[in-house]
């Protein structure tokens, strides 16, 4: 989906998903809205270098199984001051408004991720360092529906 801006915008899109990722009840146009917003931006605002995707199960009681999947977007981009963090997740709140404009952004997008997240109990933290990146991370815990058959 991401393929043609990746390659105009000559950045590299590192993609590392576990093999060990357990099964887990979620709504596919959920996480797909969540991680679209996330990986959209990290696009947006990288000029050089790229973007690594990485999920991975997580433990964060016992390491004989897991009870979350972890999910990290980082990113080289132009990052985000640290004055801005608190308020980034807020609905239509913009770091750079001239850029938005420019864009076409709304300040919804990451206002979307944050309720996702929470709609499953789960946890995101944001790293920022202006000039080197963004680092997004989310924990989704396993949620295990004994009704829940998976496709074969």
């Not at 696009?43 to 999910?71: C, H, L, M, N, Q």
């Not at 420019?102 to 709609?119: C, N, P």
Request: with cysteine.
């Amino acid at each position: 989906m991401y393929e043609k801006n990746l390659k105009d915008k000559k950045l590299y899109c590192q993609v590392d998903i576990s093999d060990e990722i357990p099964t887990f009840w979620a709504d596919p146009y959920r996480i797909e809205q969540m991680l679209s917003n996330l990986i959209d931006n990290a696009i947006k605002y990288t000029e050089k270098g790229g973007i690594k995707i990485k999920v991975e199960p997580y433990s964060e009681f016992s390491k004989k199984e897991p009870d979350a999947i972890k999910i990290t977007i980082e990113d080289t981009g132009i990052g985000i001051p640290r004055e801005h963090l608190p308020r980034i997740f807020e609905r239509f709140y913009v770091v750079d408004k001239s850029r938005s404009r420019q864009s076409g952004g709304t300040g919804l997008g990451l206002s979307i991720v944050k309720h996702i997240v929470l709609m499953y109990n789960g946890k995101i933290n944001v790293e920022s360092k202006v000039g080197v990146g963004t680092k997004f991370e989310i924990l989704l815990p396993v949620k295990k529906d004994k009704n829940f058959k998976p496709l074969p």
